[in-house]
């Protein structure tokens, strides 16, 4: 369910910054810094998130250990490093996205609420309704600078029968330019094979209990893991 949510805030991203012409993801224009937080029922995802037009990096803390995401629409290409190790993962995102994610399937619906101020910035608020192509729901209401920057969701997802609650906050936004070396792998990185890795983190079927996870750990609220930040990149 994180992975879809995080589809579907993708497809609110691009209505916001095509004015509505749903085509592709080209997300805000302009380029900033702020302090992401997302939770849901059953996990937290917090942490810096830096962001130039094509180009995205999001750092967290896991286990107690930093782990950074960039995401590179530009170059349709996604790296996980893991700072520690000084070790990274990549994928490319061109192969899933345009078919599962292709946002002209997607029916959406906005309406435009007013003007507000929101985690200390003028805002837009609207109210969103969308059905994917998979017949995945989102409703809700959204936030948004004259940039087209998503400064706050508070919304429900629906898929297959379950509904999870989620809020999405940019706290200390500062939009100015971004250091370009944010958005690349360094060169002393090794990379790593994704292959084995890929298949532990995955854990056999979706739907199935997460390895390690006991019974008397359900309902717990939980931190944004490695297996988390690997579907995110899937």
Do not use: C, H
Not at 157 to 168: D, H, L, M, P
């Amino acid at each position: 369910m994180l992975k879809k949510i995080w589809v579907l805030v993708a497809a609110v991203a691009a209505v916001i910054a095509s004015g509505g012409a749903v085509s592709a993801i080209e997300g805000p224009k302009v380029e900033y810094s702020a302090d992401s937080y997302m939770e849901t029922a059953e996990a937290v995802m917090e942490g810096p998130i830096y962001y130039a037009p094509g180009k995205e990096r999001r750092e967290y803390l896991t286990d107690g250990q930093k782990m950074v995401m960039i995401t590179r629409q530009d170059k349709k290409t996604a790296w996980m490093l893991m700072p520690e190790e000084k070790t990274y993962m990549e994928m490319k995102l061109s192969s899933r996205q345009g078919r599962r994610d292709d946002l002209s399937a997607y029916k959406i619906e906005q309406t435009i609420i007013g003007p507000e101020t929101v985690n200390g910035v003028n805002a837009t608020k609207s109210k969103i309704v969308m059905i994917a192509p998979d017949g995945g729901k989102m409703g809700g209401f959204m936030w948004t600078t004259r940039d087209g920057i998503l400064v706050k969701m508070d919304a429900i997802a629906v898929e297959k029968g379950s509904k999870e609650r989620f809020t999405i906050n940019l706290k200390n936004l500062k939009i100015g330019k971004q250091d370009p070396e944010l958005f690349e792998v360094p060169a002393d990185y090794t990379g790593m094979d994704m292959g084995g890795i890929g298949r532990a983190l995955s854990g056999g079927d979706e739907g199935g209990q997460d390895e390690g996870q006991q019974p008397q750990d359900k309902g717990k609220k939980k931190g944004f893991g490695l297996k988390d930040a690997f579907d995110l990149l899937k």
